[in-house]
């Protein structure tokens, strides 16, 4: 039996263990075999740190949360920048993060195709959804939007993610350019609803 301090390194890397599973396999073909093999250790050892496989997915589901509010404190908290700077750079982390890693999309669909059918995966989704809008929300507040943060955070994660759904299931449609093109134009849009920023001493290209 190990130890218990090493209980939260284990976990951890169960869920990851499971991260690998989703992205290679799908969820509908996941084991707790499969995942400890990943993992590697002995199937048994799983159930002394989950209880069952919904524990591990939302092990994985907080995990992932707690990786990217981290990143995106990191970028909130870096230098001090005007709005368009600020957001042209948010905008860039998102695509790059969230459109353009095959591998994080295939896995997040499956966690979403999952909530849809056991509640127990759905509630730590939905806290995670909630704390991706809620770190642009944060941007828009700095940024001066008022009572249009909610809303503007709203729908960059919908182009954010609509992006990514089409990019992962139809990678030729398009090309990384006109994803490019795509969101230029919504960061536009939204400057053009902001306050004017005095730190912004040139326009966002």
């Not at 190990?2 to 992205?23: G, H, N, T, Y």
């Not at 092990?59 to 005007?82: D, R």
């Not at 929300?137 to 940024?143: G, H, I, L, N, T």
């Amino acid at each position: 039996m190990a130890r218990k301090s090493q209980a939260p390194r284990k976990r951890e890397q169960i869920a990851w263990a499971l991260f690998d599973c989703l992205a290679e396999n799908g969820h509908e073909n996941i084991t707790i075999k499969r995942i400890a093999a990943r993992a590697g250790m002995p199937h048994g050892v799983i159930h002394y740190y989950f209880e069952k496989k919904d524990d591990i997915v939302n092990a994985l589901v907080e995990a992932l949360t707690a990786l990217y509010q981290e990143k995106f404190q990191k970028f909130l908290e870096s230098g001090k920048q005007g709005t368009g700077s600020r957001l042209e750079k948010m905008l860039h982390y998102l695509v790059e993060a969230f459109v353009f890693d095959r591998r994080l999309n295939r896995v997040f669909y499956n966690l979403v195709q999952m909530g849809f059918e056991r509640q127990g995966v759905n509630a730590p989704l939905r806290r995670l959804l909630d704390a991706y809008r809620g770190n642009i929300r944060d941007m828009f507040v700095q940024a001066g939007a008022g009572d249009q943060s909610s809303p503007l955070a709203m729908m960059t994660v919908a182009v954010i993610e609509g992006l990514a759904l089409q990019w992962m299931i139809d990678p030729d449609g398009f090309d990384r350019q006109e994803v490019w093109d795509t969101v230029g134009s919504v960061r536009d849009a939204i400057i053009s609803s902001l306050p004017a920023d005095p730190e912004d001493n040139h326009a966002v290209k």
